[in-house]
């Protein structure tokens, strides 16, 4: 509808500037004069012939009066033609005034064609003017519009895949179903969905084999301590070198097995450094657009960052804000307080919800891999988020803290100065 409405306006216009310079062209001066005013302007002169100076114009003609010697008597304004020579130049109309057959003088009718066609070719470039500047006003209109349905849908876009690439599945995409490619953008956040119910799916299979680890490494290292306890009373007690050999070898088995076991345990750990993190110098400015596009419920106000330059990776330090975000809407659900503040070697972030905190002997495993407090049992989650975005810190040479504040839980990213200010 809008396209149909602007190509409408612009072919209106289009039509209207035809018009306006065939009509410009199309009128031709052909120079005549109104021949009754003539006639009355010359009929008056002569009649107040010998009181001029009380001769009032009666028409709308400008005119000079000569006497029959061609000396100027009287005219309706300044610029007008003084001699017979400048109108026959200006291609004025000369006619004879006279009085019972005697020639009294010439009256010089002013040409006013030229002023004619110069006020018609004003009018012409005007309205021309006015529909050129509607027609830039309907193009900048329109090409607003082509910006806001068609290219601004791809930056989203454009963003929304790099967090996507990042490994973040928790900020939705935001979807416009009026413009032409609400059903392309509603695809990609579908897609979004699926991905995110896979990786939670993924996320309890490695939850339940750490757990299976950890019961297998109990059940494994108790027996084992006990054999080794035991094979170091029987190498105290034994007399004979060799069976003191064998009771060695058997703790040395046993610790074998025990280095084995731990290492099992803490293999899953690994799998966190393939997670490629590549700090380079940033403008502290951009942590203020970071910070907004975790926060797409816009539950805090817009911080001020102080300007210097940080050493960080931009996107993993979008997942680190994300992932904060993620966790306040989850589960306090209230509104964010955000401040900024810059110290000798870093920019703080201090982000604060008004959920009240989380139990103190929760608080010191928050940072740990799979763990989930008491009131994220009826929440989606993985107990991955604080976890990675400690890891990314510290690989940023920054710092991820965990703490009750007085209104809630707070959280403060500390980015570290680049060392090339």
């Not at 209106?12 to 009754?36: I, M, N």
């Not at 114009?57 to 000569?66: F, I, K």
């Not at 996507?164 to 897609?191: H, K, W």
């Amino acid at each position: 509808m809008k396209k149909h409405l602007f190509l409408f306006c612009m072919s209106l216009t289009f039509l209207l500037e035809g018009a306006a310079a065939f009509l410009f062209f199309r009128e031709k001066d052909s120079g005549a004069q109104d021949v009754v005013a003539v006639n009355r302007v010359v009929k008056t002169l002569e009649r107040d012939w010998n009181h001029l100076d009380k001769h009032k114009n009666a028409t709308e003609l400008d005119y000079a009066v000569l006497d029959s010697e061609g000396n100027l008597l009287w005219k309706t304004r300044e610029d007008l033609s003084e001699s017979m020579n400048a109108a026959i130049a200006h291609r004025d109309t000369i006619l004879d005034l006279s009085q019972e057959g005697n020639t009294l003088g010439k009256v010089l009718i002013y040409n006013n064609s030229e002023d004619v066609f110069t006020e018609r070719r004003r009018a012409a470039v005007t309205g021309i003017g006015v529909l050129s500047l509607i027609q830039i006003l309907l193009f900048g209109s329109y090409g607003f519009l082509l910006y806001r349905k068609m290219v601004l849908p791809f930056h989203k876009l454009e963003g929304f895949a790099e967090r996507i690439a990042g490994g973040n599945l928790d900020v939705p995409l935001e979807m416009d179903r009026q413009n032409l490619f609400g059903v392309f953008t509603e695809s990609f956040d579908l897609m979004r969905a699926e991905l995110k119910r896979a990786r939670l799916a993924e996320a309890e299979a490695n939850a339940e084999k750490k757990e299976l680890v950890a019961k297998l490494s109990h059940d494994i290292k108790t027996p084992v301590a006990s054999i080794k306890a035991a094979a170091e009373v029987g190498s105290a007690l034994a007399e004979d070198k060799k069976i003191r050999e064998n009771y060695q070898q058997i703790i040395q088995k046993a610790d074998q097995i025990n280095r084995l076991v731990t290492n099992l345990f803490t293999a899953t750990l690994e799998e966190l450094q393939e997670l490629p993190v590549q700090p380079i110098d940033m403008e502290s400015s951009e942590l203020q657009n970071l910070l907004e596009n975790a926060d797409y419920l816009c539950r805090a106000e817009k911080v001020h960052v102080p300007s210097c330059l940080i050493w960080a990776d931009r996107l993993r330090l979008q997942q680190v804000f994300d992932n904060i975000f993620a966790n306040s809407y989850k589960y306090a659900d209230t509104a964010i307080e955000v401040q900024a503040e810059r110290t000798s070697s870093q920019i703080l972030i201090v982000i604060e919800d008004f959920g009240g905190g989380v139990p103190k002997e929760e608080l010191f495993h928050l940072k740990e891999k799979f763990f989930r407090g008491n009131n994220a049992k009826e929440v989606e989650g993985a107990g991955l988020g604080l976890f990675i975005s400690d890891h990314f810190m510290k690989r940023m040479d920054g710092a991820f803290l965990v703490e009750n504040g007085t209104k809630g839980l707070r959280v403060t990213v500390a980015v570290s100065l680049s060392g090339r200010i």
